[in-house]
């Protein structure tokens, strides 16, 4: 089992940046994927971005990409999320999450869910 910590959520005006984190402990050797899913208010949970254990390979939904970028310090079980030109619509809750891949992962399945971090973005 892996246990996933996010941090890093708050309040920011619409334009503006965060940084997301998520600390990874557990059996962290088992995890060959690791991402992020976020939730907003009334709607389904969806899939923003996920990268590979090695830490090289990406992907991100369409709806976040060229805003958005994830990486991976493996030294420290952590994954992040750059988000940068924050709009209202991303406002929502953001879950890390561990996958067997990436690809499954951009489908949903998802082995460990984080308890998820508020991100408020003001117009």
């Known amino acids: 089992q892996v246990q996933l910590v996010e941090s890093g959520g708050g309040l920011v005006q619409a334009g503006g940046s965060l940084r997301l984190s998520c600390a990874a402990s557990?059996?962290?050797?088992?995890?060959?994927?690791m991402g992020w899913f976020r939730q907003a208010p009334g709607k389904e949970r969806d899939f923003v971005a996920a990268i590979r254990s090695g830490g090289t390979l990406t992907t991100y939904a369409d709806s976040i990409k060229g805003r958005f970028t994830i990486s991976r310090d493996n030294a420290k079980n952590t994954v992040y999320l750059q988000m940068n030109s924050l709009q209202p619509e991303d406002t929502a809750v953001y879950y890390c999450?561990?996958?067997?891949?990436?690809?499954?992962?951009?489908?949903?399945?998802?082995?460990?869910w984080g308890q998820g971090t508020q991100v408020t973005v003001s117009s």
């Open positions: 557990g059996r962290t050797s088992s995890t060959s994927a």
């Open positions: 999450a561990t996958g067997g891949s990436m690809s499954l992962m951009r489908q949903g399945t998802v082995g460990s």
